[in-house]
């Protein structure tokens, strides 16, 4: 089972700026940039992923499944 990591690095500023990555690209790509939402999402979301299981030690299956998942969820209500 995985518990997660709250502070991976031993230091709650730096853990805070490392999950705050994913927020930053968003509003750089969003507002800086005007790059499309959808393309800004996906791109996000790689991010986010790639830090979770770099960072937080999550576990890389459980993580790709939870997010298709999620991504199905999200589909199936806009549909």
Do not use: C, E, K
């Not at 507002?31 to 576990?59: E, K, M, N």
């Amino acid at each position: 089972m995985f518990a997660q990591i709250l502070n991976p690095f031993s230091n709650l500023v730096v853990s805070m700026l490392v999950a705050l990555i994913p927020i930053i690209v968003i509003f750089v790509m969003l507002a800086g940039l005007r790059i499309s939402a959808w393309i800004t999402a996906i791109v996000t979301s790689i991010i986010t992923y790639i830090l979770a299981v770099a960072f937080w030690h999550a576990p890389a299956q459980a993580t790709l499944l939870a997010y298709i998942y999620g991504a199905a969820t999200g589909f199936w209500a806009v549909d």
